[in-house]
């Protein structure tokens, strides 16, 4: 654990900082530091997490947070301790954030 993971923008900016504490597979969990190209791509993360609560009652909803994620995914890149990743699923609440990854995409 304390393993640090990055965000970067399509720029190569930093979006910000994920300070690992906690792994419950596949998911690990952490405390969010912002870096200065956050404040770009919060509405996107919060819009995420929005869709997400109503994705199972709503099909809309479902259909909006896979375009939302889709955005997040063209507008940021991940960054382990020993490099990028090919796919990941990424949520930021407040200073948490939690995600999973793979080394290769994601099967549709």
Not at 35 to 42: K, L, N
């Amino acid at each position: 654990m304390g393993d640090i993971w990055r965000v970067l923008g399509v720029a190569g900016d930093a979006v910000g900082d994920i300070v690992i504490d906690e792994a419950d597979f596949p998911w690990l969990h952490g405390r969010f530091v912002p870096g200065p190209g956050f404040a770009t791509v919060e509405p996107l993360f919060q819009r995420e997490l929005e869709l997400l609560e109503r994705y199972d009652e709503d099909e809309t909803a479902g259909e909006e947070w896979e375009a939302v994620h889709s955005d997040i995914g063209r507008a940021v890149s991940l960054m382990s301790p020993t490099g990028p990743v090919a796919e990941f699923l990424l949520h930021i609440q407040g200073d948490r954030a939690w995600f999973r990854w793979s080394d290769e995409p994601f099967a549709e």
